[in-house]
C-alpha cells in the first residue's frame, strides 16, 4: 500500500465519520469541510513524524543500493534490521 492509497482512506474515513455525525445532529453542514480539513492535516502531520522518526531513516537510507554502512548508536542499530547498519564503537 503506498501513501496515496492511505491518505485516500483517512480522508475517506474522515468524510464519513463527519457524514454520521452530520446525519445524527452532532454538527452543521457548514462544519464538514473544516472538520474534514482539519482531520487529513492531521492525519498528515502524524504520518511525517512516525516517518521521519530515527530507525525509519537509517531503514529508509540502508535500503538504498548506493549505500554500504551505517554506523549510528546502539538502540537504532537494534531496531534496524540490515546488515548495512552498525553501532558505533563504544
Do not use: E
Amino acid at each position: 500500500m503506498n501513501n496515496d492509497q492511505i491518505f485516500s482512506g483517512v480522508r475517506t474515513l474522515i468524510q464519513a465519520l463527519c457524514m454520521f455525525a452530520l446525519g445524527r445532529g452532532w454538527i452543521k453542514p457548514d462544519d464538514v469541510p473544516g472538520l474534514v480539513a482539519i482531520g487529513v492535516a492531521s492525519a498528515t502531520v502524524g504520518y511525517g513524524l512516525y516517518a521521519r522518526r530515527n530507525t525509519a531513516l537509517v531503514a529508509s537510507a540502508a535500503a538504498v543500493p548506493a549505500v554500504l554502512s551505517i554506523v549510528t548508536d546502539h538502540v537504532t542499530a537494534a531496531a534496524v534490521p540490515s546488515d548495512k547498519v552498525q553501532p558505533a564503537a563504544a
